[in-house]
């Protein structure tokens, strides 16, 4: 429910931190440097299974994934991505949160 421009001037003083507004994919920079930390909030099965494939590559090693609608039930979607791509490595978090941190294989598929 938060406003755009709110959230980008509340993090306006933090120079290490991106946000990326748009449809994901389309609007996804490209050349990204490794990142530490994503917070995926895309709602729908597909998107989160884009985010990723995009994502898990440029994650540093003891990065986190954190998806924000995990164990929302209306996106019971990106609950099924997030356990098929990573299984017993999901952490759940307070709800709907859930995250993965990047260690060596633990993703099923990549790496």
Request: charged residues 25%; hydrophobic residues 40%; aromatic residues 10%.
């Amino acid at each position: 429910a938060s406003d755009f421009e709110d959230v980008k001037s509340y993090l306006s003083d933090r120079p290490n931190i991106a946000i990326h507004r748009g449809v994901f994919p389309e609007t996804w920079p490209k050349n990204l440097k490794p990142i530490a930390l994503a917070h995926v909030d895309v709602d729908m099965e597909k998107v989160a299974r884009e985010a990723i494939i995009l994502l898990w590559p440029i994650l540093s090693p003891g990065g986190y994934l954190v998806f924000d609608d995990y164990g929302a039930e209306s996106c019971r979607g990106v609950k099924r991505a997030v356990d098929e791509m990573f299984g017993e490595r999901v952490v759940v978090g307070p709800p709907p949160q859930a995250w993965v941190q990047k260690v060596f294989a633990n993703m099923r598929r990549g790496g």
